[in-house]
Structure formats: C-alpha cells, structure tokens
C-alpha cells in the first residue's frame, strides 16, 4: 500500500518538532524518525492501529505521547492527523 500525509497531518508533524527542536534537536530528530517508521509500517499493516474515535479511521501510537490518526482508502493509507495524547480528540465530546 501506499502511504500520504494529508496536508494538515504534515502540518501537525512539522509543529511537533520544531517546538522539540526548540528544547533538543536530537530528540525532534529521534520522534520525526518515530513518526515516518510507524507510518511506514502501515504501508504492509494498515489495519495495525485501533478503530479510531471517528467513524471510518484508525489510530497508531507511535510514541506513549502521541497518536497519529488514518484512514484506508483501496491501496492507500492517509495519515490524516498527529495528535498529542493529551489533547482531546476530536474536540469536544458531549
């Protein structure tokens, strides 16, 4: 399969590590690397995460403080979002 950031999921990844990168580059350097390596694994596992919060994805944690947010689509993976565990999501719940 292959495997697509959505625009804003790129966004998510690039504001995760420069604000890392801000207190330690290496350690930006090591969660970036996290991140393409579990998004990679979909690539043969695209069933490897959980059924997700919203109908229709699933989510990976590829990291104990993150979880990255995708859907299947035919012979494609969209990482759709990266998410801080912390955050609620997918906004507010009833």
């Known amino acids: 399969m292959k495997v697509f950031w959505a625009s ?3 966004q998510d990844r690039a504001n995760i590590t420069d604000y890392i990168s801000q ?3 290496l350690a930006a ?4 690397a996290l991140f393409a390596e579990a998004a990679g694994r ?3 596992h695209p069933h ?3 059924a997700g919060e919203i109908p229709g994805t699933r989510e990976l944690i590829p ?3 993150y979880r990255l947010v995708y859907e299947v689509q035919g012979d494609v993976v ?4 990266l998410v801080h565990t ?5 906004g507010r719940r009833a």
């Open 8 to 10: 804003v999921a790129e």
């Open 23 to 25: 207190d330690s580059p």
């Open 29 to 32: 350097i090591r969660i970036d």
């Open 42 to 44: 979909l690539a043969d």
């Open 48 to 50: 490897l995460g959980k």
């Open 63 to 65: 990291h104990e403080s």
């Open 78 to 81: 969209w990482i759709l979002a």
């Open 86 to 90: 912390a955050r609620q999501w997918p």
